[in-house]
T-cell receptor
Framework: DAKTTQPNSMESNEEEPVHLPCNHS???????IHWYRQLPSQGPEYVIH???SNVNNRMASLAIAEDRKSSTLILHRATLRDAAVYYC??????????????FGKGTHLIIQP | NAGVMQNPRHLVRRRGQEARLRCSPM?????VYWYRQLPEEGLKFMVY????????ESGMPKERFSAEFPKEGPSILRIQQVVRGDSAAYFC?????????????FGQGTRLTVV
């Protein structure tokens, strides 16, 4: 499976934008970039996904580099409820897990009031 | 439309007992995935099932663990003769389709404690 690299942790202030980076230099042409987050003591929650173009939804925006070797999850106005571990995942149909998601360690996002 | 339902939320078993974890996917979802999260670690894929079939069990321990998704009823993850190392959170996810462009919906998990 293609791997992703994320910072272990990031800190931001409430009501400010947050940019969470993800490097995936070995991404293949058919890999989708998915983001999930996991709040404390809860199951993972889907955030957003994309292939080549930038994507927006009610939760966040996903900015994908032109060469697709990196992407950035953007929370436009962070709240305390956004404090979670954020996972950047490549859905690789050619790898193991039969398209099961491969979670790394993610980025622990800390929001300061 | 209820989300993915897992029960029980918490399960305590003594070493050597059996643990049965249940997962009811979202309505209309026929693809189920099980993951395990050890304390302070990330989620690890265990098994992918479609109704009545195991599609990929490459993440399942070779012994003591089994999974099923019958035609009727929830998916079951079964752990026989539990040991302390099985203590973890077990999450189930479901999706309506099996392709790269589909999100997965997760349950709240079952936290298994082996004493």
């Amino acid at each position: 499976d293609a791997k992703t690299t994320q910072p272990n942790s990031m800190e931001s202030n409430e009501e400010e934008p947050v940019h969470l980076p993800c490097n995936h230099s070995t991404i293949s042409g058919t890999d989708y970039i998915h983001w999930y987050r996991q709040l404390p003591s809860q199951g993972p929650e889907y955030v957003i996904h994309g292939l080549t173009s930038n994507v927006n939804n009610r939760m966040a925006s996903l900015a994908i580099a032109e060469d697709r070797k990196s992407s950035t999850l953007i929370l436009h106005r962070a709240t305390l409820r956004d404090a979670a571990v954020y996972y950047c995942i490549l859905r690789d149909g050619a790898g193991g897990g039969a398209d099961g998601l491969t979670f790394g360690k993610g980025t622990h996002l800390i929001i300061q009031p | 439309n209820a989300g993915v339902m897992q029960n029980p939320r918490h399960l305590v078993r003594r070493r050597g007992q059996e643990a049965r974890l249940r997962c009811s996917p979202m309505k209309g979802h026929s693809h189920v995935y099980w993951y395990r999260q050890l304390p302070e670690e990330g989620l690890k894929f265990m098994v992918y099932l479609q109704k009545e079939n195991i599609i990929d069990e490459s993440g399942m321990p070779k012994e003591r663990f089994s999974a099923e998704f019958p035609k009727e009823g929830p998916s079951i993850l079964r752990i026989q003769q539990v040991v302390r190392g099985d203590s973890a959170a077990y999450f189930c996810a479901s999706s309506p389709r099996h392709n790269l462009n589909t999100e997965a919906f997760f349950g709240q998990g079952t936290r298994l404690t082996v004493v």
